[in-house]
């Protein structure tokens, strides 16, 4: 807080000279050619584009190796570039290398690294600054917990079990500007995944020299629109404009200044006072703030969803699972229960997915599951008589506890009733047992989410295939899972497209899971501020920012 007092004080301080100099020199007119260095220094000071944003917390690290997750990305996916970079539009598109040549089986990539991308220290960014960060990450001893996200390249998993070796790692600089990838399998998604902070590259030369050059600012090195000029830890952290990037005419600002504000209240007063141009919604507001004008609401890729133990009476019967999925009113949900602006779930995978066509996934896949109850009422019926039930036997629902998650379960519970005629019994538990019990399938249903490691809509889909340490349903359907590895390696993105929307519509058939809502991005943004972009993949980009 005393750094915000303290550039308050200068900038009032700034105002004062500026309104002294102005009274001294009332009346006078002074020829453009006669204006001082000083005055030209004034006049650089106050169009100066400075951002101020919250990160909420300490960044985990600044290693793009192990900060594997939002307070760390933020950051991270500014200050450092991959291979390839997420564009306005959420399309992996080339970055720190121009030109990516792929083999027509699918599994070589060779990426020609651009002539003019440069280290935040000058050094040129090399092929194998790209070998050196990967084999970090992958290194058993550096415990990445984005490692697994690397397991298609071969022999990468071998070496991060600790069963091969970094020879075996199929990269390699082939030349200094060159770069190749070898694949275990063709993986349309492998672009998509290597814009994610764990695959940027690492300055071996600095690295080597010092293996802490992550920890502070003066001797931290980037490659991004950006670097990192100060760190106060656990204060604050800034950034000013990379003058070595190799776009840097597409960076309009001249720094960023991060805060470290725990507090959702607090930030949302440092933004109505103007120490923030950008804040999240506090929850008790939200009702009143979702018509303001100043904020944004934009999609995140991930869902809220209930899971069924397919494995438990009754919903060993598909059409149970059905009637209760029909008897859930999303709509209902979003708009009384969770009233954050969020889209009721029509299928498992959520919006913010382009395909080859240009078009949403989930527009294209359309409405795949939704109130009716009338059929969820039928279908029940049916289930019970091709069980021979003739009372359905007790349905126990467990979610963590949590007011968000109590509220819902609540609702299903109401609905449940009201629709089916159902006695639903509630059951919650602290997150931490929670999580254990219901990978030992000890719920017959339970509450679960998923937010995208990656964008592509295979990450979710493919969390339940026979065996997945993600399914926890006890499904298994082997057309399903021929399914998921016939998208693996598919080459044809149009055929692969639409084989991913046969995989959702199956999903949503067979019903091991009913989603609720997907998440999405509530944020204020002062309304002179543009051109951040939000990736439903989670983090943020400040390549296109701009402050008036």
């Known amino acids: 807080m005393k750094k915000w007092l303290s550039l308050f004080a200068l900038a009032f301080l700034a105002l004062v000279l500026s309104a002294c100099t102005a009274n001294k020199n009332a009346g006078e007119e002074k020829p453009a050619e006669t204006t001082t260095e000083e005055e030209n220094e004034e006049v650089e000071v106050a169009t100066e584009k400075v951002l101020y944003l919250n990160n909420g917390n300490e960044p985990t690290s600044f290693d793009p190796s192990v900060g594997f997750d939002a307070v760390s990305w933020n950051a991270l996916n500014n200050v450092m570039e991959g291979l390839v970079r997420l564009s306005k539009d959420h399309i ?3 970055a720190t290398a121009e030109k990516v040549d792929v083999s027509e089986d699918g599994l070589t990539y060779t990426f020609t690294i651009r002539e003019d991308a440069k280290w935040s220290n000058g050094d040129p960014v090399l092929a194998s600054d790209f070998v050196y960060g990967w084999l970090h990450m992958l ?3 550096t415990a990445s917990p984005a490692a697994f996200l690397a397991y298609f390249i071969e022999g990468a998993e071998a070496y991060n079990n600790g069963e091969g070796t970094a020879d075996a790692v ?10 190749e990838v070898k694949l275990n399998a063709p993986t349309e998604a492998f672009l998509n995944i290597i814009t994610n902070p764990s695959f940027f590259p690492v300055n071996e030369k600095v690295a080597t020299e010092n293996p802490t050059w992550f920890t502070e600012a003066d001797t931290f090195v980037g490659n991004g629109p950006f670097k990192l000029a100060s760190w106060e830890h656990d204060v604050s952290f800034s950034f000013a404009k990379n003058e070595n990037y190799w776009d840097a005419g597409s960076v309009k600002l001249d720094k960023v200044e991060w805060a470290m504000v725990d507090d959702s209240n607090t930030e949302y007063q440092m933004y109505e006072t103007g120490e923030l141009d950008v804040s999240g919604v506090p929850s008790e507001l939200a009702d ?17 969803f209930y899971r069924f133990n ?7 019967n598909k059409k149970i699972r059905q009637a209760f999925g029909l008897a859930v009113n999303q709509q209902e949900i979003v708009e009384f229960v969770t009233k954050n602006g969020e889209k009721p779930a029509e299928g498992f995978v959520p919006y913010g997915f382009i395909g080859p066509d240009g078009k949403e996934f989930r527009e294209t896949a359309g409405k ?12 029940l019926a049916e289930g019970m008589a091709e069980e021979g039930y003739t009372a359905l036997p007790e349905v126990v629902l467990t979610y963590s506890t949590s007011d968000v998650h109590k509220k819902i379960a609540e609702a299903l519970q109401s609905k449940f009733k009201e629709v089916l005629g159902v006695d639903v019994k509630l059951q919650n538990v602290e997150a931490s047992v929670f999580a254990a019990e219901q990978k030992e399938f000890k719920y017959q249903l339970s509450r679960s989410s998923f937010l995208f490691d990656y964008a592509d809509p295979v990450n979710a889909l493919e969390s339940f295939i026979t065996g997945s340490s993600m399914n926890r349903t006890t499904w298994s ?3 399903y899972d021929k399914l998921i590895t016939d998208i693996k390696n598919e080459t044809d993105e149009a055929k ?15 019903m091991p899971v009913f989603p609720v809502h997907y998440y999405n991005q509530v944020t204020l943004e002062k309304s002179n501020v543009s051109g951040i972009v939000r990736h439903p993949v989670g983090y943020m980009d400040l390549k296109w920012a701009d402050k008036e």
């Open 477 to 479: 359907n082997p057309e």
């Open 92 to 94: 992996a598109e080339p």
């Open 310 to 316: 397919v494995s438990q009476e009754p919903f060993t």
């Open 496 to 510: 692969r497209w639409e084989m991913l929307i046969q995989a959702d519509a199956m999903l949503m058939e067979e």
């Open 288 to 304: 009143q703030l979702m018509s303001d004008p100043e904020l944004k609401n934009e999609d995140q890729a991930g869902l809220y």
């Open 170 to 179: 199929a990269i390699k600089a082939l030349e200094e500007k060159v770069f």
């Open 368 to 379: 795949l599951t939704g109130f009716d109850a009338e059929k969820a009422k039928t279908l």
């Open 139 to 141: 290194n058993p001893e």
